[in-house]
């Protein structure tokens, strides 16, 4: 779909961040001011100071409030990777599509060039509640895929682009990543993160680190996407005139299998390990009751944070090595668009783990 060609991709150079407390709207203030970018950083509770970054304070959900904190902006890029989740996949149809919505609503007759969203690979794989239990594209994934029949708050959220970019003139990207794993605290899918705690957890109680997800994730192959490729890749289409108006897909363009990856965790932490053996062992049900016992730990090692809450999303963890299916997937669009970063996926563990105890956030 072609839509929304009436302005310049790279034109101006304020960026507005929604989400921006988030794993990749984290990413993006790191990247954007980095690159000398103005950033308007909008989410519901501001974030730390730092230089370049001007918060702005909303309530994603209500259209009046997005109109409030936006009303005297003129943001020339938009860069859309915040979410809400809830119950059913209705809801969040309802309330991520309306967002998105009443964002873009709220820019109505600003200087907009370009809009990147975020979303993510349940494009391919169908929504929470559905989860890969339909008819699948086979993998590597490609972006030509056809929607699954299922009702998908991605599919709403391209829609409500789509509808706006050909109202207000703007180009737009959109970017499915795979898992993600970068820093942000208080996150509700955040890996890299729920493993550190996960093997602070067994280290500090003499237990093995145990993978937690199916055997077919175990010995399958599998990809993921470092939330700073992420940034740099929504960055790049939007400014790269020949990637207006796509989807891409986004990975760190290695493959591996947790095998191979998990003892490898295991050794930077300086815990055993335990693969796969004979069923999942879900970390819902491992970690639960572990609360105290993190507070215990962060008072000792004086952590920054010391609710378990909001270090480990247990659930979602447990989701994505769960899984009895394998995922893989294609970068070729982006790299025929001329596209080239790529991060090695353990690299970017390490790199995230050695920044969670630089900031305190792991002992």
Known sequence: ???????????????????????AGSALLDTLTGEGWDVLALSRRAGAERAGVRWLSADLTSAASLTSALGPENPSH???TAWSRRDTEEENITVNAGMVRDLLAALRGKDVAHV?????????????????????ADTPFHEEEPRLPVPNFYYAQEDELWAAAAEQRFTWSVHRAHTVIGHAVGNAMNMGLTL?????????????????????????????????????HMLWASTTPQAANEAFNI??????RWRWMWPKLAAYFGVEWEGYEGEPRPLEQSMAGREDQWMEL?????????DLERVAS????????????????????????????????????????????????IP
């Not at 072609?2 to 960026?15: D, F, L, N, P, V």
């Not at 997937?329 to 790199?351: C, E, H, N, P, V």
């Open 251 to 256: 990975v760190n363009g290695d493959v591996f």
């Open 314 to 361: 247990w659930w979602h963890t447990d989701g994505d090595l769960g899984r009895n299916i394998e995922v893989v997937t294609d970068m070729g669009k982006s790299r025929d668009a001329g596209f080239t970063g790529y991060r090695r996926t353990l690299d970017s563990f390490i790199a995230l783990f050695d920044r969670y105890r630089a900031e305190n956030l």
């Open 116 to 136: 990147a969203l975020m979303t993510g690979l349940k494009h391919y794989l169908g929504p929470f509640e559905a989860y890969a239990a339909g008819e699948m």
């Open 1 to 23: 779909m072609t839509i929304g060609t009436g302005s310049t991709a790279g034109a101006g150079r304020t960026a507005l961040v929604v989400g921006a407390t988030g794993i």
């Open 78 to 80: 938009v860069f859309f």
């Open 298 to 306: 962060a008072r000792r090692h004086n952590l920054s944070e010391p």
């Open 196 to 232: 550190a705690a996960q093997a602070t957890l067994c280290k500090e109680s003499g237990e093995p680190f145990v993978f937690p997800g199916s055997e077919t994730q175990w010995n399958g192959l599998t990809d993921m996407t470092d939330a700073g490729l992420l940034a740099e």
